[in-house]
C-alpha cells in the first residue's frame, strides 16, 4: 500500500508491518494506522474528489488502507445523507445543526462501514470465515457484507440483544451464539472460538482496521459540507472504535490540507453505562462498569477501544455527556418530529446529548454542530413504541374518532 507506511501500537510505540490479518499488541495495546501524507497530497486533491463518481466509504480510497488490486465488497456503504436540522437548531437554540443519518446503510447502522473494511481485509488475508462479538449492530453488520461477499460468519452475541438485529443475522446466514451473559462474557467467548479455529476476526478490540472503516464517516462529513468546519460533532460511544474513527478521519484530513482546524467533540454516553465520560470527568484511569440502558449497542461497560476514544476525546478538547434512558427516548420522538430521521436508542444518543447540552448552556448559541445518528429505529421497534406511544385503536365510527381524538386532545 502507497499510501500507508506502518501500524504503530498506540500504547507502548512499537511499529510493525500493516498485514492484513493484523491484530492486537504483545503489550495489550491496539494498532494505529500510519499513512504517507505526502504521498497522499500527490495522489488525491479536492478537484479530484469532486470529480469522482464513486458514492460510498471508498470514496476517499487513498484515505484508506487497502491494497489497489483488492476486491470490495459489493454492498454499497456510505455516503449517508446530511440534513440539515434547521427546526431541531431553533428548538435547542443552536446557530445550525446537522445530521448525519448513518442508519441507511446496506444493514441500517454506521458499523457497515467497520464491517465492509474487514471483509476487504479478510479476502486480502485469503480468509473465509469471519467473527466477532457484538451487542447487535456490528454483528448484522458483519454478517451482512460478509454474505454479499461469499464468506461466512460466526456471531457472538448477548441474549439481550434484540430481536430485530438477531433476525438480520438468522436472515444472512450467520451461524449465530447467543451467549447468557454479559458484553465482556459475549467478547470471551468469541476471543477464545477465534483463536481455537484460526477466523480473520472483526472485533473492535483486536483488529485495528475498523476504525479506519468508521473514519469514513468524518470524511463524508466534511466533503458534504464543503470543507467548512463545525465547531463540534457529536458521537455515541460504547466500546469507543467510533468516536476513535471520527477523529482519526478529522486528523487525515487535517494533515493533508483539507481542513483548516479541528472540530471539538461531545463524546455521548448512557447514564447507565458510561466508563469511559467518567474516566474524563474525573481525570482517572476508566473502571468497568455495568450495562444498564436499554441503548444494547453502547451498552459495554468494558470498552475495547478505550486508548484511541479517551485520546480522541482529550485531543478534540472535547466534552462528555451522559444521558438517561428517558432522555435518549426524548431524543428519538424529537429527531423523528423535527427531522423525519428514524433513529434506535443508540442511535440518537448522540443527539440526547446535543440537547442536554444545549440545556445546561454548555454549547453556544453561535455553535455549529453535526450530530451522527448511528443507526435505525428499525433495529429495536420495541423501545420505539415504547417512547411515542401506541396508535388510536377504535372501530371504523367517526364518533368514536371524534371521542378518541377528544380523550387525546386532539384538534383537526
Request: glycine share 10%.
Amino acid at each position: 500500500m502507497k499510501n500507508v507506511k506502518h501500524a504503530q501500537c498506540t500504547r507502548c510505540g512499537r511499529t510493525v508491518p500493516a498485514v492484513p490479518d493484523l491484530t492486537a499488541c504483545p503489550c495489550g495495546g491496539i494498532f494505529d494506522i500510519i499513512y504517507d501524507y505526502a504521498y497522499i497530497k500527490t495522489a488525491l486533491t479536492k478537484d479530484v474528489l469532486a470529480r469522482r463518481q464513486e458514492r460510498s466509504m471508498w470514496r476517499c480510497r487513498e484515505f484508506l488502507p487497502v491494497e489497489e488490486d483488492t476486491v470490495l465488497p459489493p454492498l454499497r456503504v456510505g455516503w449517508s445523507p446530511l440534513y440539515e436540522a434547521g427546526e431541531l437548531a431553533k428548538e435547542l437554540g443552536l446557530r445550525q445543526l446537522w445530521v448525519k443519518d448513518d442508519g441507511l446503510n446496506p444493514t441500517a447502522s454506521l458499523k457497515d462501514r467497520a464491517s465492509a473494511m474487514a471483509v476487504a481485509k479478510a479476502r486480502e488475508a485469503g480468509a473465509r470465515v469471519i467473527a466477532c462479538s457484538s451487542t447487535g449492530n456490528a454483528a448484522s453488520s458483519l454478517a451482512g457484507n460478509a454474505a454479499a461477499a461469499g464468506l461466512e460468519t460466526y456471531i457472538f452475541v448477548p441474549s439481550r440483544a434484540p430481536k430485530g438485529k438477531v433476525a438480520q443475522l438468522m436472515t444472512f446466514g450467520a451461524t449465530v451464539v447467543s451467549v447468557q451473559g454479559s458484553y465482556e462474557d459475549t467478547f470471551a467467548l468469541s476471543r477464545a472460538a477465534i483463536s481455537r479455529w484460526g477466523w480473520y476476526n472483526r472485533n473492535a478490540a483486536i483488529n485495528p482496521y475498523l476504525s479506519e472503516g468508521k473514519k469514513t464517516v468524518s470524511l463524508e462529513i466534511m466533503e458534504q459540507l464543503g470543507w467548512v468546519v463545525p465547531d463540534y460533532i457529536a458521537v455515541s460511544v460504547g466500546d469507543g472504535c467510533t468516536i476513535a474513527g471520527v477523529w482519526k478521519g478529522l486528523k487525515d484530513l487535517y494533515a493533508v490540507g483539507f481542513i483548516s482546524r479541528l472540530p471539538r467533540l461531545i463524546s455521548a454516553q448512557a447514564e447507565g453505562c458510561c466508563p469511559l465520560n467518567r474516566a474524563v470527568e474525573a481525570g482517572e484511569p476508566w473502571r468497568p462498569m455495568e450495562e444498564n440502558t436499554l441503548a444494547d449497542s453502547i451498552a459495554v461497560g468494558v470498552p475495547r477501544n478505550a486508548d484511541k476514544a479517551l485520546s480522541a476525546i482529550r485531543e478534540s478538547g472535547g466534552l462528555t455527556v451522559n444521558v438517561s434512558d428517558a432522555e435518549i427516548m426524548a431524543a428519538q420522538k424529537l429527531l423523528g418530529r423535527t427531522c423525519g430521521v428514524f433513529g434506535e436508542p443508540a442511535g440518537v444518543a448522540a443527539t440526547a446529548g446535543v440537547k442536554k447540552l444545549a440545556e445546561q448552556g454548555k454549547l453556544p448559541h453561535d455553535a455549529s454542530v453535526v450530530s451522527i445518528v448511528t443507526g435505525n429505529g428499525l433495529k429495536d421497534v420495541a423501545n420505539a413504541i415504547a417512547a411515542c406511544g401506541e396508535p388510536i385503536t377504535i372501530p371504523g365510527s367517526m364518533d368514536r374518532l371524534l371521542d378518541a381524538f377528544a380523550a387525546r386532545g386532539i384538534a383537526p
